[in-house]
């Protein structure tokens, strides 16, 4: 995995090749994956301004990019994207 900022975008690209995601689709698992790594970014409100979409790559297979307008906040105040909106652009 790596992690990069570029153009107000922050990047992580993930080496997929190796993956086994039964009993999930191969979709399901990039949408699961996405959702978590997310999650762990946007505990961090601090470099908020450092991005405007992350976007999750997953090589040939596809990515998935969220803008931070989309970013919704829960009870708990805990803040995601949800992740029944993410589509994954090949």
């Not at 009993?23 to 978590?36: E, F, G, K």
């Amino acid at each position: 995995m790596s992690v990069d900022i570029e153009d107000n975008i922050l990047r992580i690209a993930i080496d997929i090749s190796n993956v086994a995601p039964a009993p999930l689709t191969l979709n399901d698992w990039m949408i699961s994956t996405t959702s978590t790594l997310t999650e762990v970014v946007l505990t961090y409100s601090d470099y908020d301004e450092l991005w405007k979409t992350v976007t999750v790559e997953f090589g040939t297979q596809g990515s998935i990019s969220n803008d931070k307008s989309d970013v919704k906040t829960n009870s708990a105040s805990g803040r995601y994207f949800d992740s029944s909106k993410f589509q994954i652009k090949k």
